[in-house]
């Protein structure tokens, strides 16, 4: 295997302070940033805060056939058992479902979507693929929240992946509001990579991924970043896209509301990025948590008139109005 040299130290035994990434954050020459759906000021507004919110980006009809996948699988006692569901640990109840686009040929073809693969190769500057992909649910009054994180500090020291070229896409499938365990992030926390304490132990997955408590950045790391970038939570319709980079330090609180909460994830990973042997020093986590085996460069699905129709007017309505979040004030915390 390929040896690569670990630009992001993390998991180790002593504080290892936080540092500016080295890496880029949008790949290609800025003069083609506007060379896809995104227009250019939505990508410097990704580029300086890590994320983008769009709201509206999948119809109401499109957003109805994926709850009713949803909720045939909640009800389904086979998903449960899988291997790929995640449980609440009080409650049983099901937190996640990894590798959705496995299920079904709807998930699916949302990964290979145009509207989405356009988006990755502009941000990206090459084909991706699918390195996970899961549902989050939070249903009202018993959801668990998700504590802070960076996505790549996880896929870098247990998966292996080698650098931050890659973005997840997450689709509400149900309103997001003030309430319900909104996605919450820190802008510009991106680029700062900030290493966690601690060593890995065999099989982390099995216990992180019902409540995360390694791989947390520290406290006084938090509130700096904070303070500096303050704290934004994207709220809106079901159907909404929250575009996030995957060093943003993002986290979720419990849902005490009468409203459930579900999204959708899809993570696309540069195929420049592929994983190589955890950098923690474990075994590879299961293929439904990271792609390893028969990587294959997205390729988008064959556009129906209609489904072309309808890509068309997204992209116009995306080009005419600026539904990016800079610094919603209502979500922002005080900076002290």
């Not at 540069?270 to 990587?295: H, M, W």
């Amino acid at each position: 295997m390929t040896y690569f040299e670990d630009q992001y130290p993390t998991r180790t035994k002593e504080r290892i302070e936080p540092f500016a990434r080295p890496d880029p954050v949008v790949y290609g020459h800025p003069a083609s940033y506007g060379k896809g759906p995104l227009r250019p000021d939505e990508v410097h507004s990704f580029e300086e805060n890590g994320f983008l919110f769009l709201e509206n980006f999948l119809t109401e009809s499109e957003v109805n056939g994926f709850l009713k996948d949803l909720d045939g699988y909640t009800k389904d006692p086979a998903i449960k058992e899988r291997e790929e569901t995640v449980t609440e640990k009080y409650t049983g109840e099901i937190r996640s479902i990894f590798a959705v686009h496995k299920l079904s040929e709807r998930f699916d073809r949302l990964s290979r979507d145009p509207r989405l693969l356009d988006i990755a190769h502009q941000l990206l500057g090459s084909d991706v693929y699918i390195h996970q992909s899961r549902i989050n649910d939070k249903p009202a009054f018993r959801g668990n929240g998700f504590n802070w994180h960076s996505d790549f500090e996880t896929w870098h020291a247990e998966d292996g992946m080698p650098r931050p070229r890659c973005i997840s896409f997450s689709i509400t499938l149900t309103e997001n509001n003030d309430f319900n365990g909104p996605l919450m992030l820190i802008p510009g926390s991106h680029k700062t990579f900030v290493p966690c304490t601690g060593i890995t132990p065999p099989k982390n997955w099995e216990e992180s991924l019902k409540s995360q408590t390694l791989g947390v950045p520290a406290e006084k790391d938090l509130r700096a970043l904070a303070r500096k970038g303050g704290i934004v939570a994207p709220r809106g319709p079901a159907g909404s896209l929250v575009i996030f980079e995957s060093n943003t330090l993002h986290a979720s609180a419990n849902n005490l509301s009468p409203y459930p909460r579900r999204n959708l994830f899809f993570v696309c990973n540069s195929v420049e990025n592929k994983p190589v042997a955890p950098f923690c020093g474990n075994a590879p986590r299961p293929d439904y948590l990271a792609t390893r085996k028969n990587i294959d460069p997205l390729r988008p699905v064959i556009e129906t008139p209609g489904v072309a129709a309808h890509q068309r007017q997204a992209y116009e309505q995306h080009q005419g109005q600026g539904h990016f979040m800079k610094e919603p004030a209502a979500a922002q915390m005080s900076r002290q």
